[in-house]
């Protein structure tokens, strides 16, 4: 029997929206808007996967029955055509149903030639490759907008990135002087400005001596005069500061646009040299070494918070969100650079040829290619076979599930963004 939803839902997805609504307004309200936006981002890229699955069955001519979000029990479902759409209780992925992804699972012979496993090798492959490849272009739509709309730091533009409270000042010196974020500081007293050590040099050893900055807003040449106050005088942000001037301003590398065109390669550049670090990391993470250090990291606090350990650690999606909704708070370019990073790990993890990931049904589908003659019938790989090793693989990321979890609860990473 087909499960079903509840026939007010089934007519009407109205109560559905509400109620995310309401969940996602009582989120904000308790732990701030970036969460839900991180997890919604990580539902979308989810979904992302599963259509992938799903346009390419659709247009090999598969027969797809089901495409839902989440797990569990249907709280939302139409059906259009042959496929039924919906939203399930555990929005902790989603998934697309194709008959006969095994050769053991009795099909109604009306729809057998519809099957998964009667498609032909290409068709298997770009099928269960589909996710993975919708990952590489998430990641790299990501990657282009980073660059295009947002721009990356360049060391070489100095600039201002954020003001410091001074303690019984309404405005520090810098504010005083007229200076905004995202200025860029051009010259101090007639010396280029190339690099914010350089700056902050020079501010450091000037208290009480008027500066001339030449600043770059928005395309425009500005000067200003700023006088550094000496920091045995003043408190930033609650704190007393060492001798010394002081402006207080935060500064940094500001971002360079490109152009949408310039952009392109740039973007490729970047996710090529994310690809090759995420094969790198996967190497990492399945070594016996890393299994050891993550035993000794659950049984030691003091190992699992050394900061090397943290550097080279695995996070579980615990540790993703987290570290995304630290990202997030730090910026649209850092949120973004994570969600590339997660994309592509993400996307080479699946293409592992073991079952139950998408790479172990390309790996089969190419031994049952290899396995087949020319002229002859077509040649059934026995699945069943493999359950030995899959069961083993399975604990094998069970137990890399439970380690990285416990670790990013009890020891989590310090935030990267500061």
């Known amino acids: 029997m087909t499960e079903e939803a509840p026939a007010s839902l ?10 995310v609504a309401a969940l996602v307004a009582l989120l904000s309200v308790l732990v701030g ?10 539902i979308l890229m989810v979904m992302g996967h599963e259509f ?19 797990f569990g029990p249907i709280i939302w479902s139409t059906t259009r055509g042959e496929t039924r759409y919906g939203v399930r209780a555990l929005l902790l992925g989603g998934y697309v149903k194709v008959p006969g992804m ?26 269960a490759s589909a996710g993975s490849i919708m990952h590489l272009i998430m990641a790299l739509a990501l990657a282009w907008a980073s660059l295009a709309f947002i721009g990356v730091a360049s ?22 002087a007229g200076l905004k974020v995202g200025d860029q500081v051009v010259k101090v007293d007639g010396v280029a400005i190339t690099n914010e050590t350089q700056l902050a040099n020079l501010v ?18 500005l000067t200003v005069h700023a006088t550094p106050v000496s920091g045995t005088t003043i408190k930033e942000n609650g704190r007393s500061l060492s001798a010394g001037g002081y402006i207080g301003i935060q500064v940094g590398g500001l971002s360079v646009h490109e152009s949408a065109l310039a952009a392109v390669p740039h973007a490729f550049d970047q996710i090529g040299t994310t690809l090759s670090q995420a094969v790198h990391a996967l190497v990492h993470v399945f070594s016996p070494g890393q299994f050891a250090s993550l035993f000794h990291q659950v049984g030691s606090a003091k190992a699992a918070t050394n900061v090397k350990n943290e550097d080279t650690r695995p996070v579980s999606i615990v540790g993703v969100g987290r570290i995304a909704v630290e990202a997030a708070n730090a910026g649209a370019g850092q949120l973004i650079a994570i969600l590339v990073a997660v994309n592509i790990f993400v996307g080479v993890l699946n293409m592992l040829p073991m079952l139950p990931l998408d790479g172990g049904y390309v790996a ?8 087949t003659r020319r002229g002859q019938v077509r040649y059934h790989a026995d699945v069943n ?30 935030n990267p963004f500061g």
Not at 33 to 42: D, E, G, N, Y
Not at 161 to 173: I, P, Y
Not at 204 to 210: C, D, E, N, Q
Not at 364 to 371: H, S, V
């Open 10 to 19: 089934r007519q009407s997805p109205v109560a559905l929206l509400v109620g």
């Open 204 to 221: 450091h050893r000037s208290a009480g001596k008027r500066l001339t900055l030449l600043v770059d807003r928005a395309g425009h040449d």
């Open 385 to 414: 076979k493999l359950a030995p090793v899959v069961y083993a693989f399975m604990g094998v990321l069970l137990v890399l599930f439970a380690c990285t979890l416990y670790l990013d609860v009890a020891h989590p990473i310090a």
């Open 155 to 176: 060391s070489s533009r100095v600039g201002v990135l954020a003001f410091d409270a001074w303690q019984g000042h309404k405005e520090n010196a810098a504010q005083v």
């Open 52 to 70: 992938g699955h799903f346009i390419t069955a659709k247009r090999a001519g598969l027969l797809v029955t089901d495409f839902f979000v989440g």
């Open 102 to 127: 095994t050769w053991g699972t009795p099909v109604d012979p009306a729809i057998e030639p519809r099957t998964y496993r009667e498609a032909s090798y290409p068709k298997k492959v770009l099928f």
């Open 364 to 371: 089969i589908a190419t031994y049952e290619r290899l396995r």
């Open 33 to 42: 808007w970036a969460l839900p936006l991180v997890i919604f981002l990580i």
